[in-house]
Nanobody, 129 residues
């Protein structure tokens, strides 16, 4: 089973940038579907971005399009979420997750957290002046 560890969160001013990392241990991401999710206090967990090798799909939630970029290194042991032009609305705990069933990210409404079987502990992002 793949274990995931996120890092890179912190406090940043509005308009600033952060790069989150998610490292896999006990295995690699392989060809699995990988997602970034976030959860703010009192809100449901929501999909931010997702990559599905099964169909080459890349998903970005509307609220991050043009600001966030999901990419990974060549050996597929670490994935990243580059976040630019951050706003207070981006304040949340961010999680990476793996869908071992390799579901497509390109589904109506975006990827569902229930499809993902392995999760990291999350990393906190606070956007505040």
């Amino acid at each position: 089973q793949v274990q995931l560890v996120e890092s890179g969160g912190g406090l940043v001013q509005p308009g600033g940038s952060l790069r989150l990392s998610c490292a896999a241990s006990g295995g690699t991401f392989g060809l699995y579907t990988i997602g970034w999710f976030r959860q703010a206090p009192g809100k449901e967990r929501e999909g931010v971005s997702c990559i599905s090798d099964s169909d080459g799909g890349i998903y970005y939630a509307d609220f991050v399009k043009g600001r966030f970029t999901f990419f990974r290194d060549n050996n597929k042991k670490t994935v990243y979420l580059q976040m630019n032009s951050l706003t207070a609305d981006d304040t949340a705990r961010y999680y990476c997750a793996v869908d071992f069933s390799r579901s497509s990210c390109l589904v109506p409404g975006g990827p569902s957290p229930s499809s993902f079987g392995s999760w990291g502990q999350g990393t906190q992002v606070i956007v505040s002046s």
